[in-house]
Each structure stands twice: as structure tokens, then as C-alpha cells.
């Protein structure tokens, strides 16, 4: 049965190239549940261990209404799956045929079916975004291992892009796993061979952990997150660390480039943190694509 399936995929790639699509976008679907339900569920989580912690302080501290009403602290357990969907505004239960990738919010023209509120045009963005940078991987790679595993890791980016571009956060709930996948399907050298994916993650995380300390110890001041180090780990484990030079120049450009445009046009002010997580991402996967080609474009353009 699976045999039949891949060489029908072969036979026919418009077949694979519409079922990555479909399936993608209900993916995408997904990813918008864990962009918005991850990080509360994390801040529900320490704040949490936060009270067990400090239990003994907090026992006589009365509670006002506001925070007993919040998920943080009220019994209301929140996980990917549970609570249901609900309109924010007013509270109606998202029905299944109102959940429908894309579809569904051009149905309700963008509006919540009950209150007639306005649904986020970032909803249906995302899911076709989840599905268009699906259909490029199947694309490049064809029907293969390579495509299922980066499209697994293209999920997962796009899920931290959009949590730390919110809450500056990269939950390592995401990172870590996916680390350990690039390490694991490079056993058999699957993109590069072990040696160069071991070095990659090594190197991708002290690289940033000393360009963090040394900004430390120069300004006092903290110059990104923690997760930053991470991340450019997992890409060292995926890609290798060859690459790793292109993929920190292209991220510090598109960075610099992004927030330099965002303090003129004053959507930035010039103190606050910017960040450096979706930069990584957006420069990892196209490194993770086109990285060869685009490395020897550049250094012979320096000879």
C-alpha cells in the first residue's frame, strides 16, 4: 500500500505537489493553535511552579479577582488540544466547517459568524504561507526522506518565527527536538555527514554564546536570548557547520536591514530588543535550500 502511494507520487508529481498543499495547510491550521497556545501555556506552567515554589511567602498574600480570573493562575488547564476554539470577542465555540483552512475565513469574509467581530487576517496568512513553503520543499527535493524531514523542520520554524517575533521566545519544546532530529538523520548522512552535523551543532551554539558574553562583559547588557544559541545549533546540526558563516551573515543583513527600516518609520523604538530568532529561521532555510550555490556565488565574487 505505501509502495503504491510513492510510486504513484513519482508517476504523477501534480498528485504530490497537491496532497503536500492540502495537507499543509491543515498543518497550518495546527501551527496557529501552537503559535497562540504554547506560550501561554508555558507562562501558565512557571507561573505555577513560581507559587508551589515560593508557597510557604505567598500563603498569606490574598489573590484579587483579576488574577484568579487568569488562566495563569485560575484551574483552567490549557494544552494544544483543550480548551475548544472559541471567538475571542464573544466566546462562541468555533464549529468544525468554520474551521477550514483559508476557506472558512473567506466564507465568513474575516468575521466571527456569531458577533461579527473581526478574525485576524494572520489566521489564513499562515496557513498559506505553511502551504506554499511546503510546496517549494517538495519541489526541490521530489518525493523523498528529504522532504518529509524539512518539511517537519519547516513547521517547526514557523512556529518559532512567529512566537518570538510575539513574546521573544523560542520554547525549547520546539528547538530542542528538532535539534536532535537533524543529528539523527545525519547518522547516515542523510544532508551532511555526522561529523560536520556534530560540529555544526557545537559550533552554531558557542558561536552566539560567546558573541553573547563578550557583549556582556563590554556593555552589561544581554544582546539576545539563550534561544538564539539554540537555534543556530539546530541549523548546525541539520546543515553542518560550512554553512554556518552564510547563514549568520544573511540573518545579521535581513536584521539589520528589517530594523533599520522599522526605527525610520518609527514602528521601532530604538530601545527596545528586537527579535533575533526569525532572522535565523527565514536565513536557515533558505541556507538549508540554496546555501551551496549562494556561498560560491559569494566568495568567488570576492576573488
Not at 483543550?82 to 465555540?93: F, I, R
Not at 472558512?104 to 456569531?114: A, D, M, T
Not at 494572520?122 to 520543499?137: C, K, M, V
Amino acid at each position: 500500500m505505501f509502495n503504491d502511494v510513492i510510486t504513484a507520487f513519482e508517476a504523477f508529481p501534480n498528485f504530490f505537489y497537491s496532497t503536500v498543499v492540502i495537507f499543509s495547510l491543515m498543518i497550518g491550521s495546527f501551527l496557529n493553535v501552537v503559535i497562540y497556545r504554547l506560550p501561554k501555556i508555558l507562562e501558565q506552567g512557571w507561573y505555577k511552579e513560581c507559587r508551589e515554589f515560593l508557597a510557604d511567602e505567598l500563603a498569606d498574600v490574598p489573590v484579587d479577582k483579576e488574577e484568579a480570573d487568569s488562566p495563569k493562575t485560575n484551574n483552567t488547564v490549557i494544552s494544544l488540544s483543550k480548551p475548544d476554539s472559541t471567538c475571542p470577542h464573544c466566546g462562541h465555540s468555533i464549529r468544525f466547517y468554520e474551521n477550514i483552512p483559508i476557506i472558512s475565513w473567506l466564507f465568513l469574509r474575516g468575521k466571527c459568524s456569531q458577533c461579527k467581530n473581526s478574525i485576524s487576517i494572520r489566521y489564513p496568512l499562515i496557513e498559506a504561507a505553511t502551504a506554499g513553503l511546503s510546496l517549494i520543499i517538495a519541489m526541490h527535493y521530489g518525493v523523498s526522506l528529504n522532504t518529509l524531514f524539512i518539511l517537519i523542520l519547516t513547521w517547526g520554524l514557523i512556529c518559532l518565527t512567529l512566537i518570538d517575533y510575539d513574546h521573544m521566545l523560542l520554547p525549547d519544546q520546539i528547538t530542542l527536538p528538532l535539534l536532535w532530529l537533524g543529528l539523527l538523520i545525519n547518522i547516515n548522512g542523510l544532508i551532511v555527514p555526522l561529523e560536520s552535523a556534530v560540529i555544526g551543532a557545537v559550533v552554531g551554539y558557542m558561536s552566539l554564546f560567546s558573541v553573547f558574553w563578550i557583549f556582556k562583559l563590554v556593555t552589561g547588557k544581554d544582546g539576545m536570548g539563550h534561544g538564539d544559541f539554540k537555534l543556530l545549533a539546530l541549523f548546525g546540526a541539520w546543515l553542518g557547520w560550512q554553512l554556518l558563516p552564510l547563514l549568520i551573515l544573511m540573518a545579521s543583513v535581513v536584521g539589520a536591514i528589517i530594523g533599520i527600516s522599522m526605527i525610520v518609520l518609527k514602528k521601532q523604538n530604538r530601545e527596545q530588543a528586537i527579535p533575533f530568532g526569525p532572522y535565523l529561521a527565514i536565513a536557515g532555510w533558505i541556507t538549508l535550500l540554496w546555501g551551496e550555490p549562494i556561498w560560491s556565488w559569494y566568495l568567488n565574487s570576492l576573488v
